[in-house]
Structures are given as C-alpha cells and as structure tokens.
C-alpha cells in the first residue's frame, strides 16, 4: 500500500470532525480525506431505505476516487442502519460508530442513562441491542434531537449557539419519568461532542457526556498499526457532495488544505 494512502472519513455532515481530532492526535501523520454528504444532510430526518441506498453507494464512489486504506463511517445513524452493506460492498477495512452505551452503563451510579443522537439513531434495533447487551441494569432514556445537529453546524462556520436551544434539547432527556436522576447522557451523534462546552453549560451539576471518538480512535490506530506514512504534514481533503455557499462558508472556516466537490 502506497504511504499517501488516507483514511476515509465519511459523515451527513461535519460531525464527523469529533472522530477526527481524537485520531489526528493519535496519527498525526496520517493523509485524511473527509466526505460530507451535504446533498444528503441531515440523515437523522430520513428513512432507513434512503440512508441504506445512499451510503454504500456514495462510499463506493468515494472510495474509487481516493483509494483510501481504510474507511471510517464517522456517524452513527449511517454505522447503525448501512454498515453490513458497507462492508459488503467494499474491499478496504470498514470502521464504524455506534453509541457509547457501554462505557456510559460503568459510569453511572444511579444506573438511569440517556441517549441523545438524531431520531433515526435512537429508534434502531441496535441500539436495543446495546442497551440490553451493556445495560442490563439501567434505565436508558432517548431522545432524537435534529436540532442539536443544525446547531453544531452552524457552531463550526461562526456562529455561536443558542443556550436556550441546547437547554431544550436537554429537557427532551430530564422530562421524562426517571430523567432527574440521570447521571450520563451517551452523545450518539457526532455532531453533538462538538457542542461540549455548550451542552455542559446547561447541564445539572455532575452530569457527564460519554461518546465513541476516543475508542474509534484507538481502533483506527490498531487497525494501521505498522503501515508508512507520508513525510511532512498531511495535505488533508474536505469533499462535499454539495458545494454551495453554505458549504463554502464550513470550508474556510474548517481551513483543509484542498476542498472538494463529488
């Protein structure tokens, strides 16, 4: 394998970013190609079907492009509807994200836990999955929130979020039965992580935030273990499927070396 060879980073949006800095620290010589599927933003509005159709396809023009050694699907609603196919479908290792509800179920001491991600995330089967799998014991609350998403972006092109909007999202989770007593909310979307300082403004004292970032992270270093990089600093790629104004204006904030259209 060439050493220019990128990772592959694949998102509706920028939230995948919060996958990326946590692997920048770890691969900091690492070529990395972010893909954000602005024509498809946000996947959390729309039907299993779509996202199932979509990501494999997008990936698989993606991947003829770049040629990348490996792919990260750095969402979780896309990991927890299309990932079987993915890797299906492609010849390249395939990592994806999915809610935290493991290391959140150590975490809590009062053993009520909430999930907060977009709509499509938090009515999977897999996430009924993990919650029975890893927390057993615990009451898991959800709450899909595509405000949270809008917010984030916006947040990474300049403007500042509104508390009162994060405030409320929040509520989506401590309204319900059991929800004063929560104690750990998982971030199950990408987006969300980048909204830290916001969402631990407007929580109850105590409350932590756990999300995959870090652990998928480490399993992207392990899976490269080994393999050259290119000498120097990485010339990374933002793509867009869409690249209009809004996209322009994420650009230069986010300041990749090369943008992109597919």
Known sequence: MSDTAPILFFDSGVGGLSVVAPTRALLPGAPIVY????????????????????????????????????????CNTASTIALPAVRAALDVPVVGTVPAIKPAALLSRTRVIGVLG??????????????????????????????????AEAKLAGDVPDAGAVRRELDGLFSQEHGARLDVIVNACTHFPLLEAELAAVAPPGLRFVDGGPGIARRIAFLTEGQEWPAGVPRDVLVFTRLGEAERRLAAALRFARVEAL
């Open 118 to 151: 977009t709509e499509a995330t938090v009515r999977q089967p897999y996430v009924d999955d993990l919650a029975a799998r890893f927390a057993g014991d615990c009451i898991v609350l959800r709450h899909g929130s595509a405000a949270l998403v809008t917010l």
């Open 35 to 74: 893909a954000a599927d602005s024509a498809g933003f946000p996947y959390g509005t729309r039907s299993e079907a779509e996202i199932a159709a979509r990501v494999p396809a997008l990936l698989g023009r993606l991947v003829e492009r770049y040629r990348p050694r490996l792919v990260v699907i750095a």
